[in-house]
């Protein structure tokens, strides 16, 4: 099976739109809000295009990948005004690019660690939040 057909990055399918919902389309990737907020404002950024890593992309994606990063990340610190973003791309099980956008609040949860993938105490919103938060991003990009 090809990557276009089991990879939810690629499809946008069910599995994606139960993780995170989708804020805008950037050059190179697209910016997700992540659904569980434990950290407000968490955001996931796509790469478009099924690569495994940043090794993978040619100087031109690799720039405009990272504009498109701290696109995103400057938008997120107008909304939430976090001391602090974390970035995290892992992707030890599914190989294509996306970073973890999460805003960290001093004294709030696990600041001065690294940030939690799937917290315990998930914090889901009612949709009406969600759309709320999505606009706001959306606004400030
Ligand atoms: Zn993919």
Request: glycine share 4%.
């Amino acid at each position: 099976m090809s990557y276009e057909s089991t990879c939810f990055h690629c499809t946008k399918d069910q599995r994606l739109q139960d993780l995170m919902i989708e804020i805008a389309e950037l050059p190179q990737s697209t910016l997700y809000l992540f659904k569980e907020q434990t950290y407000r404002g968490r955001c996931l950024l796509s790469f478009k295009g099924h690569k495994g890593g940043l090794t993978e992309l040619e100087p031109k994606e690799f720039t405009q990948y990272m504009q498109d990063l701290a696109q995103a990340a400057k938008a997120v610190q107008k909304v939430f005004n976090p001391q602090k973003i974390n970035y995290g791309a892992y992707s030890d099980t599914l190989a294509h690019l996306h970073f973890h956008i999460v805003p960290k609040y001093e004294n709030g949860y696990s600041w001065g660690s690294t940030f939690e993938m799937m917290p315990e105490n998930k914090m889901w919103l009612s949709e009406t939040q969600y759309s709320q938060l999505v606009e706001s991003i959306r606004a400030n990009l």
